[in-house]
């Protein structure tokens, strides 16, 4: 059956269905992109790439004339493009099934492209164009769905009751899903506008340099073999361990960190007061407690703080206090012994930077703690803003209840980087890396098979509180062969070899891998 050319009047609602579709496919997908990734967002892609395309004389005529409202009103504009086209989409949807999301399709491959000249391989930043395309879809599908029930043009006799079902039916659910996609759109530019600002503030802000110029890191300490852990871990590539949703988006300006609890006097601090301390530098390996023997749950870094200590010497904690239970903004609580934190041979630090730069949002900006020697569970509150000086007895942090040990002492532990897979026969580089924070590694040893242990060499280190790269020159004889590490500590403490799972306290058992030699 020929199916009536649409009305007028039909064509209007199809396109209107079509801006509300669209109008949730953007808003869902800034919404998913501030969860995700902000590079996610295909709204700001296609803006940045404007940017990038749009003659230099033609951006500063926008900054000129708009000053700071430029990219605001550059993604208005984008906007309202990509919801014109989301009304053809939706005229074409009326004219046959599946000429909607055909349309909607395209446009979003457009975002696509855009997304990935910012993300390139990052997979998960396609992620947020892709959700809101196929919502957008499945919208666009049942508002068309009921204005074709309604049809106007054909209600006959006369012009339609008010009161036809049909009609108000596609009304009600026009309007309702036109104000929960405005919502969604306004409520996801918001939510990326705000991480994008504090992003822009970390971006802008210096930090001072450490008080005492730290010992430089020994050229030795990085032996530079291809595949072995680098040994300072870039930022970028550093484990990310938490329980945020979404990274909270915190402006230094309105940051302070508070002591209390069993203090003397409660004490607050401002991230500008923060950087007025004399700040330490001090290369730490940070391990989580869920890591699995050979994994890499485990990154070094050079970070810059303020010893804990000194703040909680202003606060004066009182006799019988045991712990210190650090609070992240988002709620997430660790509880740390009060001995690590005052200990003046332990730099504890309440940390502003890191390899350089200011803290990365996702690993604690503005501020985190960084304790040597502890799992991070136990220690490595990021994002924090509250020091309660209190006891193990009355308090205890997120993970303890769960089923992780209360405290939380890294155990020395020894991991093979290199080789992988396969090699050819002859001299082969073994090498990995071996952590026991705060005592430091005294040897590391390799076996082949069932051979006996021999010594590998060890590479320089800032100090025990980091892992320590090794090396070990295998004469490599074809067939398959398996390769174990095991430590030893600065204490003469060896490696446990008995298997044991990360929960509760960490994991245990000497790492081994497999190799076949041609
Ligand atoms: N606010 C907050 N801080 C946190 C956590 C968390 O869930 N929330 N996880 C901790 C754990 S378990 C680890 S191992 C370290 C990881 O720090 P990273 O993500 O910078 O590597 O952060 C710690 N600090
Ligand atoms: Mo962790």
Redesign the pocket.
């Known amino acids: 059956m020929l199916r009536p050319m649409p009305t007028r009047t039909q064509n209007t609602w199809a396109a209107v269905c079509g801006v509300v579709a669209g109008l949730l496919g953007i808003g869902l997908s800034d919404l998913a992109a501030r969860l995700v990734t902000p590079a996610g967002s295909p709204l700001a892609a296609v803006g940045s790439v404007i940017i990038n395309l749009l003659p230099a004389g033609m951006v500063n005529f926008g900054k000129d004339f708009l000053g700071h409202a430029d990219k605001p009103v550059l993604l208005v504009v984008v906007a309202l493009g990509v919801l014109a086209l989301c009304a053809l989409g939706g005229i074409a949807e009326l004219r046959s099934r599946g000429g909607g999301p055909a349309l909607f399709g395209v446009v979003a491959a457009v975002g696509l492209i855009c997304v990935s000249v910012g993300s390139g391989t990052d997979v998960k930043a396609y992620v947020p164009t892709v959700v809101g395309v196929l919502l957008a879809c499945v919208l666009l599908n049942s508002l068309v769905t009921r204005l074709r029930r309604w049809q106007p043009a054909r209600v006959l006799p006369g012009p339609d009751a008010p009161s036809d079902p049909s009609r108000r039916g596609f009304l009600v659910a026009t309007a309702v899903w036109g104000t929960v996609a405005a919502a969604a759109t306004v409520s996801g530019r918001l939510l990326i506008g705000a991480a994008n600002r504090i992003s822009d503030a970390r971006r802008n802000l210096t930090l001072p340099a450490p008080a005492t110029p730290p010992p430089p890191v020994p050229a030795g300490a990085d032996l530079r073999i291809a595949d072995l852990s680098p040994y300072l871990t870039p930022n970028d590539d550093?484990?990310?361990?938490?329980?945020?949703l979404q990274v909270?988006v915190i402006d230094p300006a309105a940051w302070s960190i508070r002591v209390t609890g069993m203090v003397e006097e409660e004490v607050s601090m401002t991230f500008e007061e923060l950087l007025a301390q004399p700040l330490v530098e001090h290369v730490t390996t940070?391990?989580?407690?869920?890591n699995e023997v050979g994994g890499n749950?485990v990154?070094n870094a050079a970070w810059l703080g303020y010893p804990i200590r000194e703040l909680l010497a202003r606060a004066k904690p009182q006799p019988g206090a045991d712990m210190v239970l650090s609070r992240?903004?988002?709620g997430?609580t660790?509880g740390t012994p009060l001995e690590a934190l005052l200990d003046p041979a332990r730099q504890s630090l309440l940390a502003v930077g890191m390899n350089g730069e200011p803290l990365p949002l996702?690993?604690?900006f503005p501020a985190?703690m960084v304790v040597p020697g502890l799992?991070?569970?136990v220690?490595?509150?990021?994002?924090?803003v509250n020091l309660k000086v209190t006891t193990f007895a009355e308090d205890s942090g997120?993970?303890t209840p769960l089923g992780w040990s209360a405290k939380g002492p890294i155990k020395l532990a020894s991991r093979i980087d290199v080789p992988g897979g396969r090699v050819d026969a002859g001299t082969v580089a073994v090498a990995g890396v071996a952590w026991a924070q705060h005592t430091g590694i005294g040897a590391v040893e390799v076996q082949v098979d069932d051979g006996p242990w021999v010594r590998a060499e060890l590479a320089d280190t800032a100090g025990p509180d980091t892992w320590r790269q090794w090396r070990y020159a295998w004469d490599a004889t074809p067939g398959d062969h398996r390769l174990s590490v095991r430590a030893t500590d600065a204490k003469g403490q060896l490696q446990v070899a008995a298997e044991a799972p990360p929960a509760p306290d960490g994991a245990t058992g000497y790492h081994s891998v497999s190799v076949t030699v041609r």
């Open positions: 550093f484990y990310r361990i938490d329980t945020a909270p940070l391990t989580c407690v869920s749950l990154g992240s903004e988002d997430f660790a996702e690993h604690g985190r799992y991070g569970y220690s490595a509150t990021k994002w924090v997120y993970w």
